[in-house]
């Protein structure tokens, strides 16, 4: 019994043996791109079934050049046991150098990331919520309407006479028949009156309106431009909308105006390729701007902006980042205002080159973006941008409808280059304003929350809340 047992043991390793032989494990995935992109890996098909690597007749799945198929003898069956494969198979051929990742981008530019994977990548770090308001232009408003008199002529009217009296003295001479003389003085009296005239002025009233300088936001202008409104270094496959609240904007340099506010609503979407290291984007502003009645209100359509990022670094298994792109708006917007010295205000194509990074660390993620913004109009101020933002995902539960909640905290600094006068035209004052607030993911959307406050004086605005929804595909 105990020899039975052992050569059924026996026979069942060889026959083991021989089925690992022909089920060899052909690697599925072979890396292409390098460690830092995340571009689609070549893969190997799975052969139909019933037909493996080592089936007779059939030709072998290639293998990579790195793990060369050895040659092995063919397995001899035990007594009893399974037969063996005819030794003349077809040879190995070689497996194909994988593609250079150049090639593979050109031949296939909309080329997909992987999930190494899916949505993976977009986990990774939340967008910029962002701060900014816009530009302030030197306006003359009305602010209300006085009577001023004004002399157009004269009107001439009697109010009495004055009487002239006039004395006239006549001297005669007679001779008398005796040849004497007499001399006859006569005086004569005449009264005239004189009329008393006076000139009454002829006066009209003019209504002239009250006006005062203020310096205010255009809504069409140098608004929802920046490229840290809703959007972060990494390319992404999403739509997107979005609304900004700026309560009592540019009260500080129009003491005694009244409560001005401004609404925005940003919507958008963005596109990525080049196996998902690129990608190109259009958003569109519209605001409304609330006032006093002498300032009224405005709804307008702001300016068109085309984004595109190149992300060098895109590592799909950390989530690291380093990008760069162009923001560029043109002035598609409607609406032409007068500035308080007459001239129109400028609408000026904006150049935004930028500079961008993440860093991913477990939960937490670290990002910021460096741009300059170039107005094609001198009168517009040149803007430099530094923001830096920090999230951390408190809450992860992958396979329910909720599946982050991610705090975040964001610091810009903007710094203009030109347009500094109080008392110019156009004036942008130095700001450093300060966004916190809650992401909240579900599975291929995300809707934020958050509040901006700015801490530089004088402050352009009393405080900002936002909303942002975005939807990846």
């Known amino acids: 019994m105990r020899r039975v047992f052992l050569s059924a043991l026996a026979g069942i390793g060889v026959a083991t043996a021989s089925s690992l032989a022909q089920e ?31 089936t007779p007749g059939v030709p072998s799945i290639p293998t990579a050049p790195s793990e060369p198929v050895p040659q092995m003898d063919p397995p001899v069956a035990p007594p ?18 994988p593609p250079n990742p150049l090639e593979r981008r050109l031949v296939d530019p909309f080329a997909q990331a992987t999930e190494a994977g899916g949505l993976a990548p977009r986990t990774f770090n939340e967008n910029f919520d962002g701060d900014f308001g ?27 006479f004055t009487p002239t009296t006039t004395s006239t003295t006549t001297t005669g001479t007679t001779t008398d028949p005796q040849g004497g003389r007499t001399t006859t003085t006569t005086i004569t009296n005449t009264t005239t009156l004189t009329p008393v005239i006076v000139n009454d002025p002829v006066i009209v009233s003019d209504r002239v309106a009250q006006t005062r300088l203020v310096r205010l936001t255009l809504a069409s202008r140098y608004s929802g431009v920046l490229i840290t409104d809703n959007d972060n270094p990494r390319p992404q496959d999403r ?7 700026y309560d009592d904007i540019g009260g500080k340099l ?28 259009m958003r569109l ?3 409304q701007q609330y006032g006093p009645s002498e300032l009224g209100s405005s709804h307008t359509i702001g300016d068109l902006t085309l984004l595109f990022k190149y992300a060098f670094v895109n590592d799909a298994q950390i989530g690291n980042v380093v990008s760069a792109g162009l923001a560029l708006t043109v002035p598609t917007g409607s609406g032409d205002v007068i500035l308080a010295d007459g001239s129109k205000a400028p609408h000026s194509v904006l150049f935004q080159p930028w500079l961008g990074f993440v860093r991913v660390m477990d939960r937490a993620f670290f990002q910021g973006i460096t741009s300059l913004v170039v107005p094609t109009d001198g009168r517009d101020p040149t803007l430099f941008n530094n923001s830096v933002g920090m999230g951390y995902y408190v809450y992860r ?16 600094v903007r710094t203009p280059l030109s347009g500094r006068n109080p008392s110019g035209m156009v004036y942008l004052q130095d700001q450093v304003n300060i966004t916190s607030g809650l992401h909240f993911r ?15 004086g004088p402050r352009p605005w009393a405080f900002e809340a936002m909303t942002f929804f975005n939807y990846f595909f």
């Open 442 to 456: 579900f599975n291929r959307a995300t809707l934020s929350a958050s509040m901006c406050v700015p801490i530089a």
């Open 134 to 160: 816009g530009v302030y232009y030197s306006r003359r408003i009305t602010t209300g309407f006085t009577t001023v008199p004004r002399v157009v002529g004269f009107t001439q009217r009697v109010t009495g």
């Open 239 to 245: 739509f997107y909308g979005g609304f900004n609240f």
């Open 397 to 412: 539960a992958p396979e329910a409808l909720l599946t982050s909640i991610v705090p975040m905290v964001e610091f810009h």
């Open 285 to 287: 502003p519209f605001q």
């Open 80 to 97: 009893g046991g399974m037969p063996s494969l005819p030794p003349d198979r077809p040879p190995v051929m070689p497996y194909p150098s």
């Open 24 to 54: 060899r494990v052909v690697p599925s995935v072979i890396p292409a791109g390098g460690p830092f992109k995340h571009s689609r890996p070549a893969t190997v098909p799975c052969p139909p079934p019933g037909v493996g690597p080592l």
């Open 254 to 281: 129009n003491p005694g105006l009244g409560q001005v506010d401004l609404q925005r609503q940003l919507v958008g979407f963005e596109k990525v390729f080049l196996g998902g290291d690129a990608s190109f984007g």
